[in-house]
């Protein structure tokens, strides 16, 4: 099973990106789930998570702008991008923590699977 992200390219500043990310195979459940961006010349950095209670955490520079939201029903995570920077140019990556199974699920058992990585450019 892999993660696989959509929806990136290249945006105007002020303007709006929405990133998908899915399971690439039929899984039973995400148990929780986040985005994370690797700016040119800077370490991979948390943006937003959500957990399977749908309680979410944002980064400072993202609150107020990006939204993190997950459909159970697809198993899917989606990030919304509002009012984009300059400074969110990155690639961004999706992480999640699946239960592949029911029998995973009840052994509380996941697995931590990452996204290849979507380029986001803001330009000017």
């Known amino acids: 099973v892999q993660l696989v992200e959509s929806g990136g390219g290249l945006v105007h500043a002020g303007g709006s990106l929405t990133l998908s990310c899915a399971a690439s195979?039929?899984?039973?459940?995400?148990?929780?789930a986040a985005w994370y961006r690797q700016r040119p010349g800077k370490q991979r950095e948390l943006v937003a998570s959500i957990d399977n209670n749908n309680a979410f955490t944002y980064s400072d520079s993202v609150k107020g702008r990006f939204t993190i939201s997950r459909d159970d029903a697809e198993n899917t995570v989606s990030l919304q991008m509002n009012n984009v920077k300059a400074e969110d140019t990155a690639v961004y990556y999706c992480n999640a923590k699946i239960w592949l199974s029911l029998v995973a699920a009840l052994k509380k058992s996941p697995v931590d699977l990452w996204g290849q990585g979507t380029q986001v450019t803001v330009s000017q």
């Open positions: 195979e039929t899984v039973y459940s995400i148990k929780s």
